[in-house]
């Protein structure tokens, strides 16, 4: 069995800037600014990092941060709600039939890797239009603030799940940022890189993945790419 690790913002759906605006709106009410978050790049990074690295540059102090983080993490789901379902979320080129494909496969566990917060992620598929019960497993932005020691808390649960062994091996990561890519190779996983996230093709072209891919619309050639 292979597990497959989709991350979600760029790769599974397009949330144009909702997640952005959500994160800001939340740091404004919980510690009165979002920083440069305009100048930020938010692509492939954890929430968790993203609000640590924007708080800094105001120079509020770390424990702050900490102290302060559940209370974000409310405030981001509070905003949710309003910013979600007007931000004509959609899922991202050829998805919706790539997860039917899949889903019924017993040779296949879906899980995501995703730096957007756990309580954030089932929010923003279901804006989408995907069905977040898909994903058996999952590690967030909220678990860690570095990407690359999500994969090993999904491959965990998998391992929970159905008793058999989940390592690098058997794992591929799905993403559209060369953070993504790097994740899958900080975790002896296979890289699938898609562009239809902020990166071109050239540019995650430099960044070596296994497999590369304008977009997931071709069902059958990405299916016999994951099964490979
Ligand atoms: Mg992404």
Do not use: W
């Amino acid at each position: 069995m292979k597990l497959i690790l989709f991350d979600i913002d760029g790769t599974l759906i397009q949330a144009n800037g909702a997640g952005k605006q959500m994160l800001a709106l939340a740091m404004e009410d919980v510690f009165g600014t979002a920083g440069p978050i305009e100048k930020y790049n938010l692509g492939g990074k954890t929430d968790t990092q993203i609000v640590t690295d924007l708080l800094r540059a105001t120079a509020i102090p770390d424990h702050q941060i900490e102290t302060n983080l559940p209370t974000l993490f409310a405030r981001m789901v509070h905003h949710g709600q309003t910013v979600l379902p007007t931000s004509r979320a959609a899922p991202c080129p050829g998805v919706k039939p790539l997860l039917a494909a899949l889903q019924g496969r017993p040779d296949m566990l879906l899980g995501l890797v995703t730096g957007n917060i756990e309580p954030v992620a089932p929010l923003k598929l279901a804006a989408a239009g995907l069905d977040p019960t898909i994903f058996r497993v999952g590690a967030y932005g909220s678990q860690h603030h570095d990407r690359n020691q999500l994969p090993p808390l999904a491959m965990k649960q998998a391992t929970d799940l159905t008793k058999l062994q989940f390592a690098g091996y058997n794992t591929i990561v799905v993403g559209d940022t060369p953070l993504d890519i790097q994740c899958a190779r900080a975790n002896g996983a296979k890289a699938v890189a898609v562009a239809t996230g902020r990166y071109t093709l050239t540019t995650l072209n430099q960044y070596k993945p296994d497999i590369l891919l304008p977009n997931l619309a071709d069902t059958e050639t990405v299916l016999q790419l994951l099964l490979a």
